[in-house]
């Protein structure tokens, strides 16, 4: 499939697909009661987050899912477009995650290298209200944790705590 707009929305949906079974299987595997469910995307409507997790362990988390071919192709104005009355996804999912008290993670996939990063939500929120374009493999890695097959409750369930609660992440930096 061809790198354009089309072959991106199919890349992004299956990563979403597929980010949903990880979740899912990581709670069974783990012992953890909860769910992991995708919210409804019909296309023309509005979707405030990807994923949503609710578990007694690992708490109540928004995940926005991108996918890119490579780290230089992800620039944060592509990840922010504009919807209704001019607000960007960026910043109706920071709302949406602040009202709902959801911890926010943004997971990429970087095709490429197959690898997958978890990072904070607030950190792109931060950073966009900053008109600071451009999120860097080194800022990735960083701040974000990678997703393994051997990622455990406990470090996983830190990172959100740690990082990932909506204005918790903003006391912690500056």
């Known amino acids: 499939m061809a790198r354009g707009q089309n072959a991106s929305r199919d890349y992004g949906k299956d990563f979403e697909d597929n980010l949903r079974l990880y979740f899912t299987?990581?709670?069974k595997k783990n012992s953890c009661q909860g769910i992991c469910y995708k919210m409804h995307d019909d296309g023309a409507g509005y979707q405030p987050i990807d994923l949503l997790i609710d578990s007694r362990e690992l708490g109540y988390i928004g995940v926005e899912c991108k996918s890119t071919y490579e780290v230089e192709d992800l620039e944060l104005w592509k990840l922010n477009r504009s919807g209704e009355f001019?607000?960007?996804?960026?910043?109706?999912?920071?709302?949406f995650l602040r009202n709902a008290g959801r911890y926010g993670i943004m997971a990429?996939?970087?095709r490429k290298s197959?690898?997958?990063w978890f990072l904070p939500h607030q950190h792109i929120f931060?950073?966009?209200e900053r008109q600071d374009t451009h999120l860097s493999l080194r800022e990735i890695k960083d701040i974000g944790l990678r997703q393994s097959?051997?990622?455990d409750?406990?470090?996983?369930?830190?990172?959100?705590?740690e990082w990932c609660e909506t204005g918790a992440y903003y006391e912690r930096i500056y």
């Open 149 to 151: 097959k051997n990622l």
């Open 25 to 27: 299987e990581f709670l």
């Open 114 to 116: 197959g690898d997958v």
């Open 108 to 110: 990429i996939e970087i």
């Open 86 to 95: 001019g607000i960007g996804q960026i910043e109706r999912q920071h709302a």
């Open 126 to 128: 931060n950073k966009i």
């Open 153 to 161: 409750v406990s470090s996983f369930s830190n990172f959100v705590r």
